[in-house]
């Protein structure tokens, strides 16, 4: 679709209130509403946002050290036509997400979709194609009279029972992303007391990302209506189930539609294109943690023996290892299982590709894989005998390990990856002096 596209479907829809909106480099939604009297100057021209927004952390407190001050200008935020979607739930309402530009009408090096677009341009120029599936978990939460929330307790892990609790509101999200020309290719109870967990179908990575953040606005917007809290923290309770985003990547051949990543059967799932695209991402995978598993919180879900990822394995089948190939098969696909609802999705998938592509690049050998064996619940020194590594044990160790990735970085570049580390380096610094209600319980009284 092109503008005057955009404008018609804003008649035809009757909308007299845009959302223009952009992702910051926290994964936030950051928007203004546009009234119908300046549709067209808008989807012509844009809206003006301050780059400075960018340097901001989720409690937005800025990074001093940002290379976007108060004084460095302004990006405009104009409309993708084909990422505009008509909200149900709200009168006359629709939301468009947004490609940033310069004030000269040029590319932004700070735009989370350009990034990921010249990522996906590599694969392009090799007449490859790839797809993209965010699969997310999340937590349904009540609150309590002291402003405290609780688990929505539910069924067990994947009963009826389950869905028959929340049917109402899974079926309506499951409605509205339908209405909204999203499809839903499954929706179940997870393991969690009070966790569920969606899969859209899969797509272009650029339209997958899209498509995945206006999925957790739904959900979010529909729990609220409820009175209820949709959260994708990725560890809200110390004994509750974490909440996870598995990234399932396919490989195709742009000319002939074959499976790149298909091997010749049961015994050689992977092809060699396949092992070098698994090998890539296994040789980053301490640095794609910095953008996958962004937050502090994140840590205390990529634990051994959880059901996420703590050790940097593959395996075909297998769902305690870092990388899942579900099958070998012309449907073959690798499923990345250490990210979280708190990335950047354009990032994080930015990330993914660089790292398989570095493998492509470099013929990059992933090892054997683990089909049959817990990876999650070996011993530290079975893990270094069998030549396993772990993923970073914290924030901090991630973050390190992205800034030394230099084939990550780059992807970044030159803007955006060391703009990310201060805004997640200055939230790391806030975490750090914070006295938590564990430490009083633990020292208040302590001799």
Known sequence: MNGQDLLNRLKEDKIENLWVTYHDYNGRACAKTIPKSRFAEVVEGGVVFARANLNFGIDDHMAADGIWQAQTGDFLALPDPDAYWKLPYLDKTAIALCNMLTEEYQPFDGCPRQILRRTLS?????????????????????????????????????????????????????ATLEAMGIQVEQMGKEYGASQFEFSVRYDAPLAAADRYLISKEVTRALALQ???IASYMPKPFTDLAGNGLHANLGLWDRRAGGNLLAGGGADNPLSEIGRQFVGGLLAHAPGLCGLGAPTVNSYKRLQPASWAPAHIAWGLGNRGVLLRVPDGNKRCRVEYRAGDNTCNPYFFLTALLAAGWDGLRKKADPGAPFNDEDVGHFSAAESGARGIRFLPRSLPAALDALEKDEILMSALAPVAGREFLKVKRLELETYNLTVHPWERQMYLEAP
Do not use: H, W, Y
């Open 122 to 174: 590599l694969f392009a120029e090799r007449d490859m194609a790839i797809t993209a599936a965010l699969e997310a978990e999340f937590s349904l939460f009540a609150k309590t009279d002291d402003g405290d929330v609780t688990p929505c307790r539910a069924g067990g892990m994947f009963t009826l029972a389950g869905l028959n609790q929340f049917a109402d509101f899974l079926q309506d999200i499951v």
């Open 226 to 228: 409820r009175g209820l």
